[in-house]
């Protein structure tokens, strides 16, 4: 019925904020690794706003999904109220229902998988960094 307003409204929010975020970030300095003698090398990590960028692009598609999959059905119409369930005052519970129940839980995995997806980077992170940390400590070394 309108599950699908529960991801959607997460993604405005996120959306905001990474627009922010990466403005703050934009006045920011980059970020460098002193340790290079000869010349700074920019350590490979990758910006806390595309980061949630891939959270904003999860939960867009999957509500544009659940848009087209409503649509499909005829739970969503081109008309005023838009949403069948709206037009029917008793079956306004069951679309609140379903928003607070199946909406919830959807936005709720997906940000579960993002929160997955951030664990996997920051290991990725650090093993590049370590990398480039020993094959400094060989050169040192010869």
């Known amino acids: 019925m309108a599950c699908f307003l529960v991801p959607a409204a997460e993604a405005v929010v996120t959306t ?8 703050k970030e934009s006045r920011g300095e980059a970020v460098f690794d002193s340790t290079e003698q000869t010349a ?10 595309q980061k949630l960028g891939w959270l ?9 999904l659940l848009l087209f999959e409503h649509v ?3 739970e969503v119409v081109p008309w005023f109220p838009f949403l069948t369930a709206a037009a029917d005052p008793s079956e306004v519970t ?10 919830v839980m959807m936005t709720v995995l997906v940000t579960a998988v993002w929160v997955g997806m951030l664990a996997v980077s920051s290991v990725m992170e650090k093993r590049t960094i370590s990398e480039k940390q020993m094959k400094r400590c060989r ?3 010869k």
Do not use: D, Q, Y
Not at 40 to 49: A, G, N, Q
Not at 56 to 64: C, D, I, Q
Not at 95 to 103: D, R
């Open 16 to 23: 905001i904020a990474a627009k922010v975020i990466k403005t």
């Open 40 to 49: 700074p090398e920019m350590v490979e990590k990758i910006p806390f706003s």
């Open 56 to 64: 904003n692009r999860l939960l867009w598609g999957g509500s544009a």
């Open 72 to 74: 499909w059905h005829g």
């Open 94 to 103: 069951a679309m609140l229902h379903e928003m607070a129940t199946a909406g």
């Open 139 to 141: 050169r040192s070394v």
